[in-house]
Structure formats: structure tokens, C-alpha cells
């Protein structure tokens, strides 16, 4: 059965720092690996998606990797900003289409 | 726009009370999800539909019963409302078989008294 998990649960950086956020998963037969963000009181926005082929994925500040072998993906952001405040949630997709999420990282990024 | 859209986006009713949440996408996606966040903030599958037909169903009480008139539209029924069921129901949809992701609703937020 597969499980996800998500560390820290909670993370708070000044503003113009780079960081990651972790993603660990104990089966290895995932099909795919998607990062959203999740803002207070909102649904979810899918930020990237990574293939089971694939290394990793970059959009704008974002860049997420997929390591199988190890069971985890890491989401990196570039140059922080307050807007970049939210809970990031990876989930990893199965053969039969499920979705299995993390708990998520809550980032609190300060000006 | 196009989207997954559910109704109503906030729902606060009496334990025991029957009640429904309507999710629609015009994204021409084959299969549709409903997903459930509890107070932890924890998303766990609850059911999955493929053109119409039922293709995942989670340990969910059979108070649970979603509903798939179309490939377009999944709706959620709740009978006897529990306070347990307050969470915040997440629809989404995604083409079968393609390399893209999960698009999901904006959620219903369920609050059962």
C-alpha cells in the first residue's frame, strides 16, 4: 500500500531564500508525481507534474525531481516571495489512476 | 472557462439531513474524482468514475452514493449526515490514459451540526 509522506509539515524562510520541500514515497511503482499548492480556504493548483520516466520538471522558480530508485521527489523554489505562501502537496499517482497524497508542508515565506 | 466546477462551495446542514454536491468540467476529461480533506488537511480518494461507470470505490460508508448522469458531471449524495462527515469535498477529472495530471474544483466545505 502505498505511502506518501511529506517533510518538514511546516517550514517559514525570509523572503529571497531558496528552498525545498521533500516528498517521500514507499512504492516505486508510481505512474507519475504531481506537486500542487493549496492556498488557505482554496482547491488545489497543480504546479508540476513528473512523469515515471522522467528526472524532473522546471516551471518559472519551480523545479521538482523524481528519484524512484529512492522513493522521492523534491520540489525547489527559487527566490522565495510572500506570495509563495501556502500548503505544497505532493501526491503520487498509481497504474489505476488513484491519487495518494502527502499530508503537505505549509510554507510561510516573510518579507 | 475551462474547469471543474462544483456547487455549493459552502454547505452547513443537520446531523441526519440527506444532501447533494454537483461537480461539473468542461475539460472533455474521461474520468472524474471525488476526494475528501479532513480537519487535518489529509486528501484521501473517495471514488473515481470513468465514462459513467464506477472504476474505484474506497471504504466509504454506503451513506456515500455518487452519481454519473454524464461523462461531465459527477454528483455526491450524502444520506443521514454524520458530524464525522464535515470535511471539505474536492471533485476533479482527468483525461485517461494521457500524461497530464489531475485538475481539481475549488471544494465544498461541509459542515454538519
Known amino acids: 500500500k502505498q505511502e506518501v509522506t511529506q517533510i518538514p509539515a511546516a517550514l517559514s524562510v525570509p523572503e529571497g531564500e531558496n528552498l525545498v520541500l521533500n516528498c517521500s514515497f514507499t512504492?516505486?511503482?508510481?505512474?507519475?508525481l504531481q506537486w500542487f499548492r493549496q492556498d488557505p480556504g482554496k482547491g488545489l493548483t497543480s504546479l508540476l507534474l513528473i512523469q515515471s520516466s522522467q528526472r524532473e520538471q522546471t516551471s518559472g522558480r519551480l523545479n521538482a525531481s523524481l528519484d524512484k530508485s529512492s522513493g522521492r521527489s523534491t520540489l525547489y523554489i527559487a527566490a522565495s516571495q510572500p506570495g509563495d505562501s501556502a500548503t505544497y502537496l505532493c501526491?503520487?499517482?498509481?497504474?489505476?489512476?488513484?491519487?495518494?497524497f502527502g499530508q503537505g508542508t505549509t510554507l510561510q515565506v516573510k518579507p | 472557462d475551462t474547469a471543474v466546477s462544483q456547487t455549493p462551495k459552502y454547505l452547513v446542514t443537520q446531523m441526519g439531513n440527506d444532501k447533494s454536491i454537483k461537480c461539473e468540467q468542461n475539460l472533455g476529461h474521461d474520468t472524474m474524482y471525488w476526494y475528501k480533506q479532513d480537519s487535518k488537511k489529509f486528501l484521501k480518494i473517495m471514488f473515481s468514475?470513468?465514462?459513467?461507470?464506477?472504476?474505484i470505490n474506497e471504504t466509504v460508508p454506503n451513506r456515500f452514493s455518487p452519481k454519473s448522469p454524464d461523462k461531465a458531471h459527477l454528483n455526491l449524495h450524502i444520506n443521514s449526515l454524520e458530524l464525522g462527515d464535515s470535511a471539505v469535498y474536492f471533485c476533479a477529472s482527468r483525461s485517461e490514459g494521457s500524461n497530464y495530471g489531475y485538475t481539481f474544483g475549488s471544494g465544498t466545505r461541509l459542515t454538519v451540526v
Open positions: 512504492d516505486s511503482a508510481i505512474y507519475n
Open positions: 501526491a503520487s499517482r498509481s497504474n489505476t489512476g488513484k491519487l495518494i
Open positions: 468514475y470513468n465514462n459513467k461507470e464506477l472504476i
